[in-house]
Each structure stands twice: as C-alpha cells, then as structure tokens.
T-cell receptor, first 114, second 111 residues
Framework: DTAVSQTPKYLVTQMGNDKSIKCEQN?????MYWYKQDSKKFLKIMFS???????INETVPNRFSPKSPDKAHLNLHINSLELGDSAVYFC?????????????FGQGTRLTVV | DQQVKQNSPSLSVQEGRISILNCDYT??????FLWYKKYPAEGPTFLIS?????DKNEDGRFTVFLNKSAKHLSLHIVPSQPGDSAVYFCAASALGNQFYFGTGTSLTVIP
C-alpha cells in the first residue's frame, strides 16, 4: 500500500528522446510536487499542483511539462532530453491548503540520458 | 539561490552518543520546518517538524530546536544508533506552500 508511487524507478534513454514519469498518491492529498535531485544532491522544487492547477513553476525549461489527469496523479513529461537532465526525480504530495503539514515522497526515478 | 542551507555535508558519531545536525535559513517568512531522513535508493521520509511558534519539539530520540532570531534549527538524535545512518535533509515552508530543502547531511553512526 505505497502512499506515493512513481514509475519507472530507473530510466535510461538517449538524448533527444521524449519520456514520461508517472506518479500516483493514494493519500487523498490536494497538492502534488515534482522535485529534482541533481549531482550535488540538492533537492529542488520543479512544479507543484494544487487541485489540478499549477501553482508554482520554478525556472524549469519548457521541455518539462507536468500533467495532472486528476487529483491523485501528477505525471512529468520531458521532451528532447538533454544530458543535463540526468538526475533523480522525486514526486511528493501533501495536504497543504493553508496549513502546515509534511510532504510524502515517492521512491524516486533515476533518469540517465546517454 | 538557496534559502535553506546545511553546511556540513557529513557527520560521524559513535553509537550511543548524541548526533547534532544543523540547518540555517534566510527567508523570514518560513513558518514551518521539517527534517527528512533518506536512505540510498529511497525517497525522503518525514522525521520530525516544528512550527515557528515553538522553539523545541521532541519525538522519542529526536528533538528539533528552532532559533528564529538566528534563523537556525538543529536536529538532535540521542542516543544515536547504527540504523540512524542516512542522509538528513532540512526543509522549510511558508504558509503551507512549497518546501525548500537543504543539500543534506550524511550521518554515519559507528558501532
């Protein structure tokens, strides 16, 4: 009964390809996030979705696009992959509507672009 | 521009002793602070949190201290156990919005 699950866990692909990473949460949370952990181990927010609306979009290339078909899912699409996109991507969710609470993370997707 | 910083990338402690992990932040709007623990090949898992209206929160062996004037928080683990060996991330948020993370401190507890 994984609370936040993301697939695949590992993804190896060539430069220029388009790929997607899926994320699902069964916690009934209203907000979902995508984080990128780069080679320096820094966890940086990429996107967050609250009730199917994008509320944060940091300085992320427009090759990255989040898609949320419903409140329980937030998928990450990446077009024209580049070597620098290699990283571990974490999905997370929280119940954040106006109150402080923790975020729950998936196990991560290690993306390697060759 | 990092708003949450963990200046010690690693820490080694003997089993049974106290582990102290430190974190500094720059944004005075942060009102909620969290510590996460991360094992290799797993996602971060929530450990303990503290609201800005408190200066201490304790949960078993884990205590988080908050010094708002210094914009500093710390995590104390006592007694440290080998199973505590992991990477610890400090995080902060403002009004329930996105979480900002530090770069982590790798803790090794030596048996």
């Amino acid at each position: 009964d994984t609370a936040v699950s993301q697939t695949p866990k590992y993804l190896v692909t060539q430069m220029g390809n388009d790929k997607s990473i899926k994320c699902e949460q069964n916690l009934g949370h209203d907000t979902m996030y995508w984080y990128k952990q780069d080679s320096k181990k820094f966890l940086k927010i990429m996107f967050s979705y609250n009730n199917k609306e994008l509320i944060i979009n940091e300085t992320v290339p427009n090759r990255f696009s989040p898609k949320s078909p419903d409140k329980a899912h937030l998928n990450l699409h990446i077009n024209s992959l580049e070597l620098g996109d290699s990283a571990v991507y974490f999905c997370a969710s929280s119940q954040s509507r106006g109150r402080n609470t923790e975020a729950f993370f998936g196990q991560g997707t290690r993306l390697t672009v060759v | 521009d990092q708003q949450v910083k963990q200046n010690s990338p690693s820490l080694s402690v003997q089993e049974g002793r106290i582990s102290i992990l430190n974190c500094d932040y720059t944004n005075s709007m942060f009102d909620y602070f969290l510590w996460y623990k991360k094992y290799p090949a797993e996602g971060p898992t929530f450990l303990i949190s503290i609201s800005s209206i408190k200066d201490k929160n304790e949960d078993g062996r884990f205590t988080v201290f908050l010094n708002k004037s210094a914009k500093h928080l710390s995590l104390h683990i006592v007694p440290s156990q080998p199973g505590d060996s992991a990477v610890y991330f400090c995080a902060a948020s403002a009004l329930g919005n996105q979480f900002y993370f530090g770069t982590g401190t790798s803790l090794t507890v030596i048996p």
